[in-house]
């Protein structure tokens, strides 16, 4: 009985095997929403092995050539082959909704790509257009981004019908002059995402926008001492990471629409950062991200009537990195001035793999409640990683559950784990370990310690998410 099942199984399987390939069976659409979910190459290899799917490669919406740096090193050439074949190859009827090359800054297949691009906008429909250009070297001295800003001066040159019809751009490590910028910008009239990575103008240079269409802004490790928004009336999202000169980092001049502001410093300059100027052009901010990589508290509590007319559409807060052992709650200031808020997180960071730097001695920011008997309706969740039972938490903790009347949960967690911090070999005694509650009984007096002398919110909607922690080098 047995025997016969097996031989069933075997006829069954060989018959299976000499049967036509069922995918090549599929609908058109359905093949072709397969294949857009591929790298435009992976696609290609995969229509390769079947003829019929050989003619969907014409009929791609999107076409997404993103190689890890490594291949663009060797493959860059293949790179912009493939997006002239693809481009030239396929039906002006077909829209390309979207269109996104990663490559690197050789002049030579910048402009094959710029050109064949610059043909399929002139004679096709192209919703959506990106560039995310890069160097070909890792390390480079001031005298190679100014190289390289030039080549990229001239690929603009040469294809400005390309720029002048991209949607999106993406430039790392180039330092260029800065009319250079204001060129970029007015050339690149259909931007709508610029993104700069390890890029300046010079030397204490200020970069100023000014752009019609510009929606999304991202700045990390700019060397720029200043950026000034000065007319940017669809801009939506801005995210400057790293800044780190004395100068005002920020001049926010005609931004109506912007809704999410997110700000990284990484210096121990004294520069300190006043919300109520900050935002004075900006009062629709709805998300609100500070990391403070664990330096000094470089923003200044404010009394609400002052803050309050730039915070009064916030929705979310997002405070990451402050420095373990220093008071949080500094961090009410924005409650008290941001009526709308929803959900506020704060992270408190103990790992060392942050760069150290020397620190102001005055480690407490000075906070007084403005009103003994804060009531706010709409915060629904308060998100803290980094928790550890101590005052410092717990009061804060029943502090926020007593003004939000209306909280829904309250999710505390362990230190977030760190991968390098866990990868450095260091001796046991110099690893300080978490006291953060595991047992129930532990999370039990918590919350009893929280909720004492409570009336309004409930324990039960304190969470606790422990991580699997790993302990950290205290000393260096």
């Known amino acids: 009985m047995k025997l016969n099942r097996v031989r069933r199984r075997r006829r069954d399987l060989q018959k299976a095997a000499g049967d036509e390939d069922r995918i090549s069976k599929l609908p058109n659409d359905v ?208 995210s400057y990471d790293t800044w780190t000169w004395e100068d005002n980092p920020l001049v926010l001049g005609f931004v109506p629409r912007l809704s999410k502001l997110s700000l990284t410093k990484a210096s121990t300059s004294d520069r300190i950062l006043v919300l109520s100027e900050l935002l004075a052009g900006a009062p629709s901010v709805r998300n609100m991200h500070l990391d403070f990589r664990r330096l000094n508290i470089w923003v200044r509590p404010e009394r609400p009537r002052l803050v309050a007319p730039v915070l009064g559409k916030l929705r979310t807060v997002n405070l990451e990195n402050l420095r373990e052992g220093w008071d949080i709650a500094w961090t009410m200031f924005i409650l008290e001035a941001a009526p709308s808020l929803e959900e506020l997180c704060v992270t408190v960071s103990s790992h060392r793999c942050l760069m150290e730097r020397t620190l102001s001695e005055e480690t407490d920011v000075k906070w007084e409640a403005s009103a003994r008997d804060l009531k706010h309706k709409n915060l629904a969740k308060l998100t803290i990683h980094g928790f550890q039972p101590d005052d410092n938490f717990t009061g804060y903790v029943r502090r926020i559950m007593k003004a939000a009347v209306n909280i829904k949960e309250v999710s505390l967690h362990d230190w977030k784990v ?51 922690y790993v302990p950290f080098r205290v000393d260096e």
């Open 31 to 238: 093949l072709l929403n397969i294949l857009e979910r591929l790298d435009t190459l992976d696609a290609i290899r995969t229509c390769i092995l079947s003829k019929r799917m050989q003619d969907l490669l014409a009929m791609l919406s999107q076409i997404v050539i993103l190689l890890s740096p490594r291949d663009l090193f060797r493959m860059n050439g293949i790179v912009a082959d493939v997006t002239n074949k693809m481009l030239r190859t396929r039906s002006p009827q077909i829209t390309i909704c979207k269109l996104k090359v990663r490559f690197i800054l050789r002049l030579d297949d910048c402009l094959s790509i710029g050109k064949s691009v610059a043909l399929a906008m002139a004679t096709q429909k192209l919703d959506a257009a990106e560039f995310e250009i890069s160097n070909q070297r890792w390390y480079c001295t001031k005298s190679d981004l100014r190289y390289f800003a030039r080549q990229f001066n001239n690929f603009v040159g040469h294809c400005p019908d390309a720029f002048a019809g991209l949607t999106r751009l993406h430039l790392q490590k180039m330092s260029f002059r800065e009319p250079d910028m204001a060129n970029i910008l007015s050339s690149c009239k259909r931007l709508e995402s610029l993104r700069l990575f390890r890029c300046d103008a010079g030397i204490h240079s200020v970069l100023r926008v000014e752009h019609a269409a510009l929606v999304e802004l991202d700045i990390a490790f700019g060397g720029f001492t200043t950026v000034e928004l000065n007319y940017v009336p669809k801009l939506e999202e801005l």
């Open 418 to 468: 760190c991968e390098m911090c866990s990868n450095r070999k260091v001796h046991p005694t110099n690893f300080r370990l978490s006291i953060y509650p595991r047992t129930s009984e532990e999370q039990d007096l918590v919350r009893k310690k929280i909720s004492e002398g409570l009336t309004m919110a409930s324990p039960a909607a304190i969470r606790f998410r422990p991580s699997c």
